[in-house]
Antibody, heavy 126, light 113 residues
Framework: QVQLVQSGAEVKKPGASVKVSCKAS????????IHWVRQAPGQGLEWMGV????????TYAQNFQGRVTMTRDMSKNTVYMDLSGLRSDDTAVYYC???????????????????WGLGTTVTVSS | EIVLTQSPLSLPVTPGEPASISCRSS???????????LDWYVQKPGQSPQLLIY???IRASGVPDRFRGSGSGTDFTLKINRVEAEDVGVYYC??????????FGGGTKVEIK
């Protein structure tokens, strides 16, 4: 069973950058896409983007384009989410989640988020 | 961007009674393959979200059969047959039709009366 272990809480000043890590156990991690989702205090869930198994390709939500970078280090079984130009409204819990899948007809697949990390709290404050 | 609107915002329920949550999409989530690309997640207090239902109506592994997802196109419903105390949490719908622009509904908080 894959488990995702995220890095610890961070406190950053406005304008700074933060790098959150998501380390996995289990063989399936190496072939899994990893999503990042955040949740501001008392708010709902917001999808940030997804990185492919090799880390060579990532897709970012429009709201974060230009500020977020998602990478992975396959040798460490770890995925990273780097967010720059931090503002107070970036204060949130950041989750990584594995893209699981189920097979449909004709060898097509449907994808969902089936394993989640416990979240990393990022606080942006001057 | 596909916008998902959930209602109600808050749902107080008596244990043993049913509960129903609505999720409406700004665009049809019916894929050409006949499946509805909508998932339900629940976030229990102090926990990370967890998958409940996918493809509109298929329960994820380990999900009790008192949870039922239904609907098609733009209107979807999550029903809890008989609410138990452990079902307390915030329920989110999420569309996966736009695979590169996933979006969540605003959430519905289920609480015990």
């Amino acid at each position: 069973q894959v488990q995702l272990v995220q890095s610890g809480a961070e406190v950053k000043k406005p304008g700074a950058s933060v790098k959150v890590s998501c380390k996995a156990s289990g063989n399936s991690f190496t072939i899994s896409y990893i999503h990042w989702v955040r949740q501001a205090p008392g708010q709902g869930l917001e999808w940030m983007g997804v990185v492919n198994p090799s880390g060579a390709s990532a897709t970012y939500a429009q709201n974060f384009q230009g500020r977020v970078t998602m990478t992975r280090d396959m040798s460490k079984n770890t995925v990273y989410m780097d967010l720059s130009g931090l503002r107070s409204d970036d204060t949130a819990v950041y989750y990584c989640a594995r893209r699981g899948r189920t097979e449909l007809a004709d060898r097509k697949y449907y994808y969902y988020m089936d394993v989640w990390g416990l979240g990393t709290t990022v606080t942006v404050s001057s | 961007e596909i916008v998902l609107t959930q209602s109600p915002l808050s749902l107080p329920v008596t244990p043993g009674e049913p509960a129903s949550i609505s999720c409406r999409s700004s665009q049809s989530l019916l894929h050409s393959n006949g499946y509805n690309y909508l998932d339900w997640y629940v976030q229990k207090p102090g926990q990370s979200p967890q998958l409940l239902i996918y493809l509109g109506s298929i329960r994820a592994s380990g999900v009790p059969d008192r949870f039922r997802g239904s609907g098609s196109g733009t209107d979807f419903t999550l029903k809890i047959n008989r609410v138990e105390a452990e079902d307390v949490g915030v329920y989110y719908c999420m569309q996966t039709l736009q695979t590169l622009a996933l979006t969540f509904g605003g959430g519905t908080k289920v609480e015990i009366k």
